[in-house]
């Protein structure tokens, strides 16, 4: 199986605030990498596909970088409504798997 | 708009079944791959099971093979999954979605209480 170790399990940051999550896979999954946000009692909602590219609606504040096992998703300018836990998933081998998850609050 | 509920959730005592409904509204569902993701109580997703567009090809997680059946019905547009010889640990919500970007589609979620 493909291990998703993703860091930090947890930040705090400020309003505007840029924040950075990485992603690193245990093996070669080339892009094949969605990012997650899940808020308490939601479903997760898709914000980042293929490593970078930016689901439909999703503010352009969100991106996505990274290839073969080390990926990065970052927020540009952290948002009161950007509360929630991120997670990075692989679709490049079975089974699927997806990271810890990074819970970011608000400092 | 794309809509997917989940329904036959519930408490079950260890060893039971129970068989969970994800309806599909909005979208071509027999075009889709579909996917059950659950996530245990405070803890992270965690991929289940996975079928094909018409059903004819099924993967599972190491943890559920053997006890989890995953189908489809096309006709009602409604993917299913079949839950026998329930452990503690299979306590979760339980999430259908297509799992794919773009269209991504995800269910409300479901809650499965395994327990005496």
């Known amino acids: 199986d493909i291990q998703m170790t993703q860091s930090p399990s947890s930040l705090s940051a400020s309003v505007g605030d840029r924040v950075t999550i990485t992603c690193q896979a245990s093996?070669?999954?080339?892009?094949?990498l969605n990012w997650y946000q899940q808020k308490p009692g939601k479903a997760p909602n898709l914000l980042i596909y293929?490593?970078?590219n930016l689901e439909t609606g999703v503010p352009s504040r969100f991106s996505g970088s990274g290839s073969g096992t080390d990926f990065t998703f970052t927020i540009s300018s952290l948002q009161p409504e950007d509360i929630a836990t991120y997670y990075c998933?692989?679709?490049?081998?079975?089974?699927?798997?997806f990271g810890g998850g990074t819970k970011v609050e608000l400092k | 708009e794309v809509q997917l509920v989940e329904s036959g959730g519930g408490l079950v005592q260890p060893g039971g079944s129970l068989r969970l409904s994800c309806a599909a509204s909005?979208?071509?569902?027999?075009?889709?791959?579909m996917h059950w993701v659950r996530q245990a109580p405070g803890k992270g997703l965690v991929w289940v099971s996975r079928?094909?567009?018409?059903?004819?090809?099924?993967t599972y997680a190491d943890s559920v093979k053997g006890r989890f059946t995953i189908s489809r019905d096309n006709a009602k547009n409604t993917l299913y999954l079949q839950m026998n010889n329930l452990r503690a640990e299979d306590t979760a919500v339980y999430y259908c979605?297509?799992?794919?970007?773009?269209?991504?589609?995800w269910g409300q979620g479901i809650l499965v209480t395994v327990s005496s």
């Open positions: 979605s297509t799992l794919s970007g773009p269209m991504d589609y």
């Open positions: 909005g979208f071509t569902f027999s075009l889709h791959w």
């Open positions: 079928i094909n567009s018409d059903g004819s090809i099924t």
């Open positions: 093996h070669d999954i080339y892009n094949y």
């Open positions: 293929d490593a970078s």
């Open positions: 998933q692989q679709y490049g081998n079975l089974p699927l798997t």
